[in-house]
C-alpha cells in the first residue's frame, strides 16, 4: 500500500487513490491548511475527521516539523507491525 507524495508525478498517493496536488509549494500548504482546519469541523455532515491526518500528509511534504513527526509515526507503526508479526510467528 502507498502512503504519501510522489516527488515526481506531484500526486498524494493514499491507498488505492491517487490525487493531483498543487505545483507550487505556497498551494500545497494552503490545500493542507484547509484540510487540517476542515477537519476539525468533522463534526459537519459535509467535513469529517479524516481531513486532519490528509491535510498533515500534504503538509508533511513542504513542513519540516511535520515531516519529522510522520517519519517517527511512520517507523514506531512499522515496528509495531514486525513486532505483532514475530509475536504470531511464535505462537
Not at 516527488?7 to 490525487?19: A, D, E, N, P, Q
Not at 496536488?21 to 490545500?31: E, H, S
Not at 503538509?59 to 513527526?69: G, K
Request: hydrophobic fraction near 45%.
Amino acid at each position: 500500500m502507498k502512503f504519501g507524495m510522489n516527488h515526481k508525478t506531484g500526486r498524494l498517493h493514499v491507498g488505492k487513490w491517487s490525487l493531483a496536488m498543487p505545483r507550487w509549494r505556497v498551494g500545497r500548504i494552503a490545500t493542507g491548511s484547509a484540510l487540517v482546519v476542515g477537519g476539525t469541523l468533522g463534526f459537519l455532515p459535509v467535513l469529517g475527521f479524516w481531513m486532519i491526518p490528509l491535510g498533515l500528509v500534504v503538509l508533511s511534504h513542504d513542513l519540516p516539523a511535520v515531516r519529522r513527526r510522520r517519519r517517527r509515526l511512520a517507523v514506531w507503526w512499522a515496528s509495531r507491525q514486525n513486532r505483532r508479526e514475530a509475536r504470531d510467528r511464535d505462537r
